[in-house]
């Protein structure tokens, strides 16, 4: 929680006039072929100023609050390699959750599975695979061929099963996402963004913690060879998930997060030389972003933020809340530069419900994230009876006040 003497620092200023809140704008849907990427040497903008990073594409996120804290052609397409997985094995909790899977069910390898190439778990053909092993052969082992096995189950086919990830991406706001295979495995026009492979973790994350606990998993045994999970921060014990990957067009990528003391960052690195390189810019920039950056509770949702009068009101004032906690991410020594301003029409006309939206409530300030919050009604006003209203009428107009 947010201390006593951060409050009174933030400025807050209360009346003035507001207008409709304004929605962010939606960003278009669109399917682009993969840009030059910019110099490993440019640095990538975060609110702290520029920072340097190998990779050729970078973006860190706060969980939570959504807060860009680092970000390098984040919304440039990529290639992404196996982090295309995430998308797969989304798709495949979708039908746990949804009771189309069981985790004990087993499932048929086809000769096209077992030929696959690239990263393995190594299926058996003919035969067939547990379905929860089938997740450990493409959370920890990266198999190539799992992923075969998944998307032939669920769509009858790999290319039915594309489909299917392309509309999820839709569904998930992903806009620089195309997909043409289950594995990432080089295929002209298969691009990522790294926004977008951040949004489909936090995803994944949000919507099935009850399968999250995969991505944790060091090793892996299964038909007498055992692997170990590709990602370096995994292993170091400095993430609990979720992917790497390597290809030719993409160099070396790997999408990791963790939560310390509550707060959780997601972060997204691609392009970078050597599997050694990525593992030590994903530890260090991990480490930045907790270091240098923290989640604040600037307000909590039943914090009255000020008192609106109320015309003809059974009561003179209703108080303004926000309805819900108010946390951002701040860097740590510009915490007292936030201004929260509430703007609203005064006064109020009665009757005013309770939960209406009769405001808002803006953050803004230096390397503080400009964010918008509706202020709502705290309670109901209804309308004064006829003769009151009548009498606060007049001696509105008798007194001038």
Known sequence: MVSRR?????????????GPLAAAPKPKHAAPAPAAPAPPTTPATTPLGPVDTAARWAFATDYTTGADLLDKDADVAMVPSSMTKLMTIYIVYGMLKAGRLQLDQMLPVSERAWRTGGSKMFVPYPGSVRVEDLIRGVVVDSGNDACIVFAEAIAGSEEQFVDLM?????????????????????????????????????????????????????????????????????????????????TDAGGYGVVA???????????????METSHQRGEEAER????????????????????????????????????????????????????????????????????????VVGKLTLSGQGVPAMEIPLHAADDVPRLALPNRALAVLTHYLTGG
């Open 257 to 271: 997060s963790t939560e310390r003391a509550g707060r959780r960052v997601i972060l997204v690195l691609n392009g």
């Open 166 to 246: 392309n509309q999820r991406a839709k569904d998930l706001g992903l806009t620089r996402s195309v997909f043409k295979n289950c594995t990432g495995l080089p295929d002209p026009g298969h691009v990522m963004s790294c926004r977008d492979i951040a949004t489909l973790a936090a995803a994944l994350i949000r919507n099935f913690p009850e399968y999250y606990h995969y991505d944790s998993e060091k090793t892996f045994k299964y038909n007498n060879i055992e692997q170990y999970n590709r990602n370096p921060l995994v292993q170091k014990g400095i993430a609990d998930g979720l992917k790497t990957g390597h």
């Open 6 to 18: 951060f409050l009174l620092l933030a400025s807050v200023t209360f009346g003035a006039a507001a």
């Open 285 to 356: 920039l991990m480490e930045w972003a907790f270091r240098e950056f923290e989640d604040v509770t600037l307000l909590a949702a039943n914090d009255p933020v000020d008192r609106a009068p109320v015309w003809l009101g059974a009561a003179p004032s209703v108080a303004l809340v926000t309805g819900r906690d108010v946390v951002v991410t701040m860097p740590r020594q510009w915490q007292n530069k936030a201004k929260l301003t509430a703007q609203y029409t005064a006064p109020l006309a009665a009757p005013v419900a309770k939960g209406a």
